[in-house]
């Protein structure tokens, strides 16, 4: 009895609880991992928006090809796309075109270690690794979201079509390194676990009423079942006690 007790009071609602508040954990993992993604989207869009503030107001309409920008205004573009980037907190924001089906960056900012090692990036420079997705954002009217990765890194990037003064259609982007991204959902685990801990305190009061009352029950019920032995027993021993009688008298 003891033993059933043990299990139907304390192990089985132990293991509903613990079942219960993994799959909350997961799902508000999963829910909390999309709420994230997306409002980092929504910091990708507006910042990937503003890098035609950032450049020159006729910059677009003159980066038509390989010669029309010289270095040291790229330079310059480098700088100030660097600085918006890093004020947004974001790893790159960028300017493209497409011709016969490539992609070139026309503008690009860098991170630190890029400026240290002089390894910035250089005018109308062939993007190999754009996506399909990537590239039909020029025919779009719509944010392009993907998460990719190339030899800068793993990214979730938005990309957007825009058209210049001039007519030109051009594509601005906005990435965020993905390692970034998780450390983000991954420093939001404890709240959720937490959420998870003040659910069983909630629950505790529950499960020491409810043992109590089992156990008040079981002995009542251990009670009745020992009386009911007891008076078949006794009836067991009249029902002989008569049978003697009987063969007594025959």
């Given at each position: ?24 954990t ?16 929504r ?12 450049l020159?107001?006729?910059?677009f309409?003159?980066?038509t ?23 947004a ?29 002089h ?21 779009s ?20 079509c ?6 030109n ?10 390692s ?42 251990e ?28």
């Amino acid at each position: 009895m003891k033993r059933s007790y043990f299990l139907k009071v304390i192990i089985i609602p132990s293991a509903i609880y613990f079942i219960m508040a993994a799959l909350y954990t997961l799902f508000t993992s999963y829910d909390e991992r999309q709420r994230i993604i997306s409002e980092v989207d929504r910091r990708l869009v507006v910042a990937a928006s503003n890098v035609k503030t950032v450049l020159d107001s006729a910059f677009f309409d003159r980066a038509t090809d390989s010669l029309k920008i010289s270095k040291e205004e790229h330079l310059l573009n480098i700088i100030k796309l660097s600085v918006n980037a890093k004020t947004a907190g974001l790893t790159y924001l960028y300017a493209t075109v497409i011709r016969n089906g490539k992609v070139y960056f026309i503008a690009s900012s860098a991170k630190d270690e890029e400026f240290l090692k002089h390894k910035l990036p250089t005018y109308w420079q062939v993007y190999p690794e754009a996506t399909p997705e990537f590239v039909k954002t020029i025919d779009s009217d719509k944010p392009t979201f993907e998460t990719s990765e190339d030899r800068w890194g793993k990214f979730e990037s938005a990309i957007i079509c825009q058209t210049s003064p001039g007519g030109n259609r051009y594509l601005v982007g906005a990435d965020m390194d993905i390692s970034y991204l998780n450390a983000l959902i991954i420093s939001r685990i404890p709240e959720i676990l937490l959420r998870a801990f003040f659910f069983l305190v909630i629950v505790l009061p529950f499960f020491y009423f409810l043992t109590k009352y089992y156990k008040k029950h079981t002995l009542v019920l251990e009670a009745e079942i020992r009386d009911r032995i007891k008076a078949e027993k006794q009836l067991e021993e009249y029902k002989t006690h008569l049978e003697e009688i009987m063969q007594a008298r025959t």
